[in-house]
């Protein structure tokens, strides 16, 4: 599984942005998904999951309420829709894979994306 991470850019605090990761491969719908975020200077982060079929969520304390992740196994897509942007949510994201099982620590997973820069200004 290759995955694509796509969406970041530059927004005022406040606004929105959408990433998407896209998969390639067959076998997508086998693995849960999880976005990770790596603050400058500082460690990469979990930021949200979803499991294989897309009914468990799981978000860190700090997007609650302001990110929501989804997916499409049919495009082989996962997004997170990002709200209410702060300056502290400035990071590169990840997106990443793991066969059939949740993680939300920053080790274990099968495959990574690339990342895409996020910057929220303020």
């Known amino acids: 599984v290759q995955l694509q991470a796509s969406g970041g850019g530059l927004v005022q605090a406040g606004g929105s942005l959408r990433l998407s990761c896209a998969a390639s491969?067959?076998?997508?719908?086998?693995?849960?998904m999880g976005w990770f975020r790596q603050p400058p200077g500082k460690e990469r982060e979990f930021v949200a999951a979803?499991?294989?079929?897309?009914?468990?969520?799981y978000y860190a304390d700090s997007v609650k309420g302001r990110f929501t992740i989804s997916r499409d196994n049919a495009k082989n897509t996962v997004y997170l829709q990002m709200s209410s942007l702060k300056p502290e949510d400035t990071a590169v994201y990840y997106c990443?894979?793991?066969?059939?099982?949740?993680?939300?620590?920053?080790?274990?997973?099968?495959?990574w994306g690339q990342g895409t820069q996020v910057t929220v200004s303020s």
């Open positions: 979803i499991n294989v079929i897309g009914v468990n969520k």
């Open positions: 491969g067959r076998t997508f719908s086998s693995y849960a």
């Open positions: 990443a894979a793991k066969l059939r099982s949740v993680i939300v620590t920053t080790t274990g997973h099968d495959y």
